[in-house]
């Protein structure tokens, strides 16, 4: 059954420094995550709009992926999990696969950083570029909207929302796989280094 816009569906934003760093939407959508690529990252400033390049569903496995993703690879790079939550449609835009077709997604977010009300907006074709398909992430005024008031989010507010790290702790502190003990010898040694 396709999912109906009564319910809150999984929100992510990830930071990820790649060959240019930049933001990564996640919104959860008939079981895929509906995703794209901010440059500029988001601004809670009404009227600022920042490019949103779409790019193909993510699996929602994903989402909370944080760590280093290994040259050559898809995603290569540093990825964070920057903020968290939950997103809806607004009732015009309830029909969410129509509004994905349309170009137009007028939506709410209560994510632990992002909130109120946000429009994701197709720009019209002769603005599009051949291969990507560009929207505009657009703030909403409302409550949370931060017109008028000094301050970014991006600066304010760094770091992952899971772990508290910033791109450079999660890089230096990616763990590799543990490697296998040599031998039992090996560890017998330890203890006894140990227990000295
Ligand atoms: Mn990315």
Known sequence: ????????????????????????????????????????????????????????DHRREYLSFEGVIAKG????????????????????CADVDASLRNGYLRFTLRGEKLK???????????????????????????????NGHPGDILEEAPNSVSSGRSLEEIYRHWDKPPRKPKSDGTLFDMQISVAR
Do not use: C
């Not at 690879?73 to 015009?92: H, Q």
């Not at 429009?119 to 005024?141: G, S």
């Open 1 to 56: 059954m396709p999912d109906t816009a009564t319910h809150f569906q999984q929100y992510g934003m990830k930071k990820h420094d790649a060959r240019r760093l930049h933001y990564d939407l996640r919104l959860g959508w008939n079981g895929v995550l509906k995703s794209w690529a901010i440059p500029l990252g988001p601004s809670e400033r009404t009227g600022e709009r920042r490019e949103a390049i779409q790019v193909e």
């Open 116 to 146: 109120g009300i946000w429009i994701l907006k197709r720009r019209p074709d002769k603005l599009q570029n051949e291969e990507k398909t560009i929207w505009d992430l657009v703030k909403e005024p409302d409550s949370f909207a931060r």
């Open 73 to 92: 690879k898809y995603g290569a790079g540093t990825i964070m999990f920057w903020d968290i939550g939950m997103w809806r449609p607004l009732s015009e």
